[in-house]
């Protein structure tokens, strides 16, 4: 009679929690299969505003942008984008910080120094539906990466998507903060999260994102509120 192995914690967790590519569902190392792994483009340092591929013809954020760097990762097409929205829906907890990685690594040979990393916080029904602030999954790896603090900053009224309303918690005078959110798109939100960070008194704000939408308009960017 063949003997009945019992499953360890180990095998317990695996079973609870398999890898999985973030994008196709295959079982894989996360963030993304072999398959999905060739279809991912990994954006090279691009304009140190707004992070444009260096030889794109960009809207550059304007001259008076809360932002004064912005760093990013991918494209937001193809498999990053499927991780993404799959993350965001499902409220994924640890498809963040494997979709963070490849950010970190460069943010941590750059050596930037802060004073603390702060992220776009969500809507707080959005949180509860999700069962997770996303943005702050994405910004405790990058504050890991940088050695600085991971702070709070910015308290969300209730809005309609996409015309959010921010306001910082504290006083910020001369901090230099790093400001994180998951995909850079129009800009008009990191624009206003920027913007309340500035108000408070923030000297530098640099703006981190996993993803970037390609053929933005920050130059036309009219969230300035
Ligand atoms: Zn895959
Ligand atoms: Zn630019």
Redesign the pocket.
Known sequence: MPRVRPCSTRCMIRLLLPSR?L??R?R?DMP??A??TAQVRVLPPGCPRCGAPPSAGHGCWPPDAPIDATFTSYAYRG?VRAAIVAAKVGGARRGWAALAGPTAARLRAMGLAVDAVTWVTSVPSRVRTRGIDHARAIAVVVADALDAPLVRLLDVGPGPVHDEHYRATIALPGSDLVLVDDVLTTGATAWRAAAALRAAGAGSIVLVTLARAGGHPLGAVTGRH
Do not use: D, G, Y
């Open positions: 590519c994008a196709c295959a894989a993304f299969c398959r999905c498999p």
